[in-house]
Nanobody, 124 residues
């Protein structure tokens, strides 16, 4: 499976962006996660969704501002980011976790496939 993340850019604090993650394979077979890595920091979990879309998980730092979603018919996942802050500046990665009726996870090692990342820069 190949993943292509897109939608990043340079925005001002308070603005919104929507990231997309297009998968080459059957998207519905996987749980989905979004991670981010800021300069000089380790990659961290942002949001996750199980294979069906019925379960989600968010990092405390983005809860209430970011929304993860998926459209299995389009093999695409999304991360809607509202009320962006300068501390949200990072490269954002989408990832898929394989397994039957699989739940999401906050751990990088649980994910099997990764996209190339898309840069999000939030200016103050």
């Amino acid at each position: 499976v190949q993943l292509q993340a897109s939608g990043g850019g340079l925005v001002q604090a308070g603005d919104s962006l929507r990231l997309s993650c297009l998968a080459s394979g059957r998207f519905a077979n996987y749980a989905m996660g979004w991670f981010r890595q800021a300069p000089g920091k380790e990659r961290e979990f942002v949001a996750g969704m199980n294979w069906s879309g019925s379960g989600t998980s968010y990092a405390d730092s983005v809860k209430g501002r970011f929304t993860i979603s998926r459209d299995n018919a389009k093999n695409t996942g999304y991360l809607q980011m509202n009320s962006l802050k300068p501390e949200d500046t990072a490269v954002y990665y989408c990832a898929l976790r394989s397994g039957s009726f699989i739940a999401t996870s906050r751990f990088e090692s649980d994910y099997n496939y990764w996209g190339q990342g898309t840069q999000v820069t939030v200016s103050s």
